[in-house]
């Protein structure tokens, strides 16, 4: 149970040894002093965003000279001003390569920066309209209490007039131990100006008794005492384990891909490839989970929260530092990430990133009747996972690739529900998960991005439902199971739902290569089903929220639309990210193809989910499907010391 000799510190050369390798400390620097030196940086301004801008597909695969060339991306903020700036420099050629002015009303807003926190509870604890309301409460001392922004969305006049805002919840906090979250305070909202850095208006709405209960889940008064009939568990790896590092390529068995991290959209995978009998066969180019939503269902006072965790606060920046016993078991290797803050100093995140390999139980197994033959193998599975918090939520996002080609990724959520005081009665919009303290009903929307690179480039979708026939002249006695097989040939007909009774799938195929059956090669995404975004077609939040109005979208590719939600998601009016990318409705048959995949849970909060929440999974599932010519794994042997297992 020792760390791995794996530690990838020694991999944060200043000079990445491949280009899709995240920036460095040293990158950031020198990106930020060419932003200096071009008068980019002059008064508060604040960096929104800071990553690298990867080159073009085409040049990482062909391995052009354009590859040497590394690129970031910055979003500059003037916290007087809002002016509002897109910026893209070359490290390796000392130069602004292209600066973008937004016009914010029409273009979105630039993510909440680390000082907007800050900032924002000084303006609301030193506004006398708010200590006002809050007096009125009872709540005299604002000391103990924490005030929360949150995204405004875009909701139009006279809700908000396109200014560069937050909303501000507040929760009472008695003492530095106790759990906010605990104790809303409902019906009171104060809107923010971040630019004016006032208070511009304050929604008063009600009042209903704080709740009292406290949910400090650490407080033995609240827990108990801890349990003391868990025995020890502990995974040993006495070999060490199967994979290897080098730098950030990372290969298992069959695989290799390549890790990247991003301050927006946390973990990134790259050029995911199976190598059989001395080839190498791409699977993905690359894998993302670029944007995530979170829609309240309470059309009352709070109709307003949803946030893009992603486009809005970026997921990334938020990742927690992992260790080992506690949040990953075994031999594990540790990947450092380097982001920065708002003034575009890097920050590096200790141990953010974790790869270990994990049994996972049967892989197959068969005791034969007629030949007497008994045999069972164990399935692994390779993890590559991150952790990270945004406000009152923790999620972990978990890649699987397993010993028979198939990928898996779980989301797994975990942290505190958010909270509003329970009106009372039967509430159809919340759960009451404490005396007086409710939990409305949510979903978790995620889109994860797969670049897929089915044995090369040129692949095609096929949408598979398989459905019982009725009775009649070719199924006399209607036992007939059908798979209907529709082709995905445009973007405009591939905004598709899942349909669990019809076990509908998606079929990646490659449109050059055949398996030795003369059929193509493929893989196949299984949905979970859950259901779409549930807010009205016609509400502010479908409008921004686009992507997540269907389970399955297939672009074409283009470098330039790597966000389902768009590239400026806060306060952005709507209509940007897939609705655009799709307005074109390019042909997507036997093409360089993205998939955009809309999963996870509507979330009916549960009393079992106060004070914090067990993990609740999502994910989704990728399997070969006539990659192989056969089950590829008849290879693994049996584990050994058991020979009773062969
Ligand atoms: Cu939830």
């Known amino acids: 149970m020792t760390d791995t000799a794996l530690r990838a510190d020694q991999t944060s050369h200043a000079q990445p040894a491949h280009p899709l390798d995240p920036a460095t400390a040293a990158e950031y620097l020198a990106g930020r002093e060419i932003m200096a030196a071009a008068g980019l940086l002059a008064g508060p301004t604040r960096f929104a965003y800071y990553g690298l801008e990867e080159p073009p597909k085409d040049d990482v ?4 000279p354009g590859t040497a060339e590394r690129r970031l991306r910055a979003f500059l903020i003037n916290l007087d001003t809002g002016a509002s700036t897109d910026v893209v420099v070359s490290v390796s050629d000392q130069r602004v390569v292209s600066t973008r002015t937004l016009t914010t009303r029409t273009d979105g807003q630039l993510p909440i920066v680390d000082s907007d926190f800050a900032a924002v509870d000084e303006i609301v604890k030193a506004d006398p309209d708010w200590r006002a309301a809050m007096a009125r409460r009872g709540l005299d001392d604002v000391s103990k209490i924490v005030t929360c922004p949150i995204t405004a969305g875009a909701f139009g006049p006279p809700d908000d007039d396109r200014r560069r805002m937050v909303r501000v919840l507040a929760f009472v906090q008695a003492n530095e131990h106790d759990l906010a979250w605990a104790h809303p305070v409902d019906g009171i909202a104060a809107y923010v100006d971040l630019i004016a850095k006032k208070v511009f208006k304050i929604t008063d709405e009600w009042e209903l008794p704080v709740p009292r ?10 827990r108990g005492p801890h349990r003391t009939t868990l025995r020890p568990i502990e995974i040993t790896q006495p070999e060490g384990p199967s994979f290897t590092l080098d730098g950030h390529l990372l290969r298992w068995q069959d695989w290799s891909l390549r890790i990247g991290f991003d301050a927006r959209e946390g973990l990134t995978l790259h050029q995911i490839s199976l190598h059989r009998g001395g080839r190498e066969r791409p699977v993905i180019y690359r894998a993302s989970i670029p944007e995530m939503v979170i829609p309240y269902g309470d059309p009352k006072f709070r109709y307003w929260q949803a946030y893009f965790d992603a ?14 016993g506690c949040d990953c078991l075994g031999e594990i290797a ?6 920065t803050d708002d003034t575009g100093q890097p920050r590096t995140i200790p141990n953010a990133i974790c790869v270990h390999e994990e049994d996972f139980g049967i892989l197959w197994k068969h005791t034969d009747i007629f030949n007497g033959s008994a045999q069972s193998r164990r399935q692994r599975r390779l993890v590559v996972s991150y952790f990270t918090t945004v406000g009152n939520y923790d999620y972990g996002f978990y890649w699987y690739f397993y010993l028979d080609g198939t990928i898996e990724h779980e989301v797994k959520a975990t942290g505190v529900l958010f909270t509003s005081a329970h009106p009372g009665g039967d509430h159809k919009y919340s759960t009451e998960v404490a005396p007086g303290l409710a939990a409305v009903t949510h979903q978790h929307l995620f889109s994860a991005r797969l670049d897929m690179t089915v044995d090369g480039l040129a692949n095609a979708v096929e949408e598979v439902d398989v459905t019982g026939r009725p009775i009649g002249p070719d199924n006399p006695y209607g036992n007939a199971i059908e798979q209907e097989v529709t082709r995905l040939t445009r973007e405009s007909h591939a905004g ?3 349909d669990g009774a019809k076990g509908r799938t998606w079929r990646i195929i490659s449109t050059e290569h055949q398996n030795r059956f003369g059929r193509p090669v493929s893989y196949t995404l299984y949905p979970e089903s859950a259901p779409v975004l549930l807010a009205d077609p016609a509400s502010p939040v479908a409008a921004r929220a686009g992507f997540a109005a269907n389970h399955l979208w297939v672009t074409r590719y283009d470098p330039a639309e790597r966000y389902p939600a768009g590239d400026f998601v806060n306060q952005h009016p709507g209509g940007a ?11 997507i048959d036997g093409a360089d193809i993205v998939l ?4 996870g849970p509507t979330h009916v909060p549960r009393p079992e989910d106060w004070p914090v929440m067990p993990v609740a999974r999502c994910g989704f599932t990728l399997k070969p499907t006539g990659f192989f010519d056969r089950n590829p794994t008849l290879d693994v042997p049996p584990p ?5 297992c062969s």
Do not use: C, M, Q
């Open 311 to 324: 486009g809005e606060y970026l997921v990334g920046k938020w990742a927690n530092s992992l260790e080992r």
């Open 640 to 644: 050994p010391p058991a020979p009773h």
């Open 213 to 222: 209960e406290s949910g400090d889940y650490d407080d033995e008064a609240v």
């Open 577 to 587: 990210g897939i609705p655009a990318f799709i307005a074109a409705d390019r042909d």
């Open 596 to 599: 955009w995949h809309t999963f």
């Open 61 to 64: 695969l062909a391995g052009g």
């Open 334 to 339: 540790y990947l450092d990430a380097t982001v």
């Open 496 to 498: 598709r739902r899942a």
